[in-house]
């Protein structure tokens, strides 16, 4: 079970030419302007700090690098894919035309190559109408109780949310979120996050209360201490969280999302998961956080061949 929510392996994909992506930034509230070859350069000093602060924590990384200057995006893979438990990958539909160009078969290759694979699963045929499902941005899995948790946005198509859970065995619980401003919340993760033991979640920014009381409902069978955020703690990214693997249970965080959670939230995170804060404020210009770096892995390896 220690594994079921905490992958201890992750595809991460490294950028050359980050930079805030200009399709993007009308539904995305998180994201501010960011230009140039410094920029870039920035983004991939705290990318290469976040994969060794990782490998030193015991995950196991996977990189892929980006040398395109068509994907300014690309360094968020969770969005494009999913791996699961049982063999199962999934390959998504993508928004914005130019985070559609992020998906690459070398990624599924290597999957395919050194974990077990059952099926690849494409859900991106209804993208050339307009249609997305941006994988685990729009989605937050709960791989133990099998819901997955839905902001209603045009990130996540109804349709295609449906075709997933029926597929990967998961109920949709869908529910719309907004800001103070009244801007829809554009990606599930960046609103809530699932740990093993304990979630996170702005309450405040659903719409509905209804909704709001089973979202925590729900949570709460689950045998999860429940985190209620604050809007300036999602507005720093302190939802946009991983539970990993390593040495021994983690969180992978931010250090943006660290300096804005209370220390009591920090206290109750830590009696079963160790703090991992990683310095990328450069990549969070572009709307996403740490979770949205991380493609979390929960296949089975294969054993290596003997010659």
């Known amino acids: 079970m220690s594994q079921v929510q905490a992958p201890d392996v992750v595809v991460m994909i490294r950028p050359h030419h980050f930079r805030s992506n200009p399709e993007t930034r009308s539904d995305n509230a998180f994201q501010t302007a960011a230009e140039g070859q410094n920029v870039a350069d920035q983004a991939r000093d705290e990318f290469d700090a976040a994969v060794t602060e990782l490998q030193d924590a015991g995950v196991q990384v996977h990189v892929f690098e980006d ?12 969005n494009w894919f999913s791996a699961h438990a049982g063999g199962h990958v999934a390959i998504y539909p993508m928004f914005a035309s130019n985070r559609q160009a992020e998906r690459r078969m070398d990624v ?3 999957l395919k190559r050194d974990y077990r694979v059952q099926d690849v699963i494409d859900f991106y045929g209804l993208e050339a109408d307009g249609l997305a499902l941006e994988g685990t941005g729009a989605m937050v899995l709960d791989h133990i109780e099998r819901v997955a948790y839905t902001v209603e946005s045009n990130r996540a198509d109804p349709v295609i949310l449906e075709r997933f859970c029926t597929h990967f065995g998961y109920e949709p619980l869908v529910f719309e979120a907004r800001d103070q401003q009244g801007k829809r919340v554009y990606h599930t993760n960046v609103l809530m996050g699932i740990g093993t033991h304990y979630a996170v979640a702005c309450l405040d920014m659903i719409v509905d209360p209804t909704r709001r009381a089973m979202l925590r409902d729900r949570l709460e069978q689950s045998g999860r201490h429940v985190i209620d955020l604050t809007e300036a703690q999602i507005e720093a990214f302190a939802g946009n969280a991983i539970e990993l693997t390593g040495n021994e249970r983690l969180l992978a965080l931010s250090q943006t999302a660290v300096d804005a959670r209370k220390p009591e939230q920090i206290k109750i995170i830590e009696k079963t998961a160790k703090l991992v804060p990683l310095s990328i404020p450069t990549i969070e210009t572009a ?5 949205s770096l991380l493609a979390g892995v929960h296949l089975t390896r294969r054993k290596p061949r003997i010659n």
């Open 67 to 78: 040398k395109s200057d068509k994907t300014p995006d690309s360094v968020f893979p969770n």
């Open 108 to 110: 599924i290759e290597m």
């Open 287 to 291: 709307g996403g956080s740490v979770r």
